[in-house]
């Protein structure tokens, strides 16, 4: 491939290179995150047989990996569990600002968080996600009942996340107040907000448009299932 990609093309690797790279485990030329962190791996932008058998040997047999923003094929002989078309928006003018009623979340608020998330599905949240950012929350009554934060870290750049609100408190705009409010946190730092979205979630799409993010560019997230058998690279579909 000639001449550098751009760091969202590749946000897995470019965190864990970058920023994020006190997280990183690796084996060869492939990273993850551990496992109560995130559920995302960083291939190399056209990985070989070599890198597959890295990630299969790193993750174990059996085990399932999850590729953020990925434009490649599988090897055969994994079983992809699933495959989700999704788009990434970049900041094009966000009136950002502070939120008065959002307080900082912390490991101390993880159960909170996690039980919020099990009801809403913003998407992988784990005990650990917390430690990758920002996360801002707002409660009523001492309730948690919405929070927004930052996941993804490449150069330059910071992915909003975790973008959720308690069906009981929807209509209130919470989610567009957190949202600005850590996109305010990030401009602050000189980095440029961007998040990613399911394709098919055309009402949240709608929505951070009116926000003033763009579209980026249309992409892909897959999960696969390592090989159960580790010593045959006939198995692994690396040959």
Request: aromatic letters at 6%; a negative charge.
């Amino acid at each position: 491939m000639s001449g550098a990609r751009h760091p969202l093309d590749n946000p897995a690797l470019g965190s864990l290179t970058g920023p994020h790279a006190h997280f990183a485990e690796h084996r060869g030329r492939v990273l993850r995150y551990p496992v109560d962190v995130s559920p995302w791996l960083a291939l190399p932008d056209e990985p070989d047989a070599d890198d597959w058998a890295d990630l299969a040997a790193l993750v174990g047999p059996g085990e399932e990996v999850g590729l953020p923003a990925f434009d490649g094929g599988i090897p055969d002989g994994w079983d992809v569990t699933f495959d989700l078309d999704g788009v990434q928006l970049v900041d094009d003018g966000l009136a950002t600002a502070p939120e008065p009623e959002a307080v900082r979340l912390g490991p101390a608020d993880v159960p909170e968080m996690l039980d919020l998330v099990e009801r809403t599905r913003p998407g992988p949240f784990l005990p650990r996600t917390v430690e990758l950012g920002t996360y801002l929350g707002i409660r009523r009554n001492g309730a948690l009942i919405a929070m927004a934060g930052e996941r993804l870290h490449p150069p330059g750049w910071t992915e909003i996340s975790a973008v959720c609100t308690d069906p009981d408190f929807r209509g209130e705009g919470l989610a567009t107040r957190l949202t600005l409010a850590v996109a305010h946190g990030i401009r602050a730092r000189g980095e440029i907000p961007f998040l990613h979205a399911a394709a098919g979630n055309t009402t949240a799409i709608r929505l951070y448009e009116a926000l003033g993010f763009r579209l980026r560019r249309r992409t892909r997230f897959v999960g696969a299932r390592v090989p159960e058998l580790l010593g045959d690279r006939q198995t692994l579909g690396v040959a």
